[in-house]
């Protein structure tokens, strides 16, 4: 029998499943195409593990029974065409982990909020005393977990191309936050494909497991209608009452789950604007299906404070605020950031386009924004959106120069939004490089 597990890439997430199936016994190794993290290297010598990096060896991949692909990998690259055309399994880490624990799992995803109300539904179950390990695109890998811990409960927050890699995997949480256009590069420029992926978090479910979703997001409604749903579900709005979920009543948030229905202020929130409000809805109702009391949910909800490179507030400078929300990788993001965005916004955006439609942040550009900096290596789809509707719009092809730039837009009051509606990978090793190298310049004007 062949015992032998590939595991393609050397990150977070593949240093984490080769480490499990060592452990499981398996003949492990891993393979980057890139190179590998000394941090994780380390990791990789110290449990034996075989490994190469800036190369696939096609022939040694291609003798595994399986092979567990980090997310960021496509299913185009040569080697995975050829391990599929050889009916190798190819599948994700969530899905590999998932097999050796019995932990309780709450799972979230959705185009935004997903680690916001994924972090929210963590501290929930933690302050009130659960054993509850945090995973999945945040935080450490899952399978690294599942090898050296051991949880009652995983919080697990899955983005589209970690579902795509599972197959028997189920939630007994299901969160669906919303679903707008995003990494249609990925997805044959199909949004439908992107919504099927979505969707994926509720394969395997049944009438015993919970299905949370925004009852306010057309894409998802118009797909309910196509699917039979075997959970119980529970949805949550802000436009109208529901007889079962949560709901918005004047500024008071209804929680009306399966048992015990209460309420809290919006006011009380810990973090502002209408996307918090979905999203603690969303934990709200996850962290009351779980048998968390009343109480416990409005004071975390209450404490809660805004994560890192998430409409992250930074400093102001001659009364200049700055505010790092690089998590924005697409434009129904930034549209939050800026409908939450009073007038006279500097806003810094542009990177790697993934298919974006800017013409629904028009009405917002023009009523809040004054500038336009344009962050990347090709800017033409901002200008092409923006120009004759903004009067500054400035291109520059480094984080401090865009700093700079907007200080010397910048007036008493004006805000300077970092919010790129776009992914990093031009100019940054990713959303939380180009987050933090923002707030470095910004420490330096």
Not at 20 to 37: C, I, N, T, W
Not at 415 to 443: H, M, W
């Amino acid at each position: 029998m062949n015992n032998k597990i590939v595991i393609l890439g050397g990150g977070e997430s593949g240093v984490g499943s080769a480490v499990l199936a060592k452990q499981k016994g398996f003949d492990v190794f891993l393979s980057d195409y890139g190179s590998v993290k000394e941090e994780y290297a380390k990791i990789l010598n110290k449990h034996n593990i075989r490994w190469e990096e800036k190369q696939h060896t096609q022939k040694e991949i291609l003798a595994s029974s399986e092979i567990i692909k980090s997310p960021g990998i496509p299913d185009t690259v040569p080697v995975i065409v050829a391990a599929k055309e050889l009916d190798i399994p190819v599948i994700s880490e969530i899905e590999f982990a998932a097999r050796y624990t019995d932990a309780h799992m709450i799972c979230i995803t959705g185009s935004n909020g997903k680690t916001t109300t994924t972090t929210m539904v963590y501290n929930l179950l933690k302050e009130a005393g659960c054993n509850i390990g945090l995973a999945g695109n945040i935080g450490k890998s899952f399978a690294y977990q599942v090898a050296t811990e051991s949880f009652d409960y995983y919080v697990l927050e899955l983005s589209s191309f970690q579902l795509d890699g599972m197959f028997h995997f189920k939630a007994n949480t299901a969160i669906l936050l919303n679903i707008t256009p995003d990494h249609l590069d990925r997805y044959h420029d199909n949004f439908q494909e992107y919504i099927d992926s979505k969707f994926r978090i509720l394969q395997n479910q049944s009438a015993d497991d919970n299905f949370i979703f925004c009852d306010d997001d057309p894409v998802i409604l118009s797909e309910l209608e196509k699917r039979k749903i075997e959970a119980n579900q529970l949805p949550f709005s802000t436009e109208h009452s529901l007889e079962k979920g949560s709901y918005l009543e004047q500024d008071n948030i209804i929680f009306k789950p399966i048992k015990e229905a209460f309420s809290m202020s919006i006011h009380d929130l810990g973090v502002k604007g209408k996307h918090n409000i979905y999203n603690s809805m969303a934990a709200g109702l996850a962290a009351s299906i779980n048998s968390i009391r009343k109480n416990v949910i409005r004071e975390s909800l209450m404490d809660f404070k805004s994560i890192e490179h998430r409409l992250e507030p930074v400093i102001k400078v001659r009364n200049i605020m700055f505010i790092n929300d690089s998590k924005a990788t697409n434009v129904n993001s930034t549209w939050y950031a800026l409908e939450s965005m009073n007038k006279n916004v500097i806003w810094i955006a542009g990177g790697v386009d993934k298919g974006n439609d800017y013409d629904e942040l028009s009405k917002l550009v023009k009523s809040k924004v004054k500038a336009i900096i344009c962050l990347g290596l090709d800017s033409h789809k901002l200008h092409d959106s923006f120009d004759g509707m903004i009067k500054e719009i400035i291109d520059v092809k480094s984080m401090r120069d865009a700093v700079k730039t907007a200080y010397m837009l910048g007036k008493d009051g004006d805000t300077v939004l970092l919010s790129p509606a776009c992914a990093s990978f031009d100019l940054f090793d990713n959303y939380e490089d180009r987050g933090i190298q923002f707030k470095e310049a910004v420490r330096h004007l």
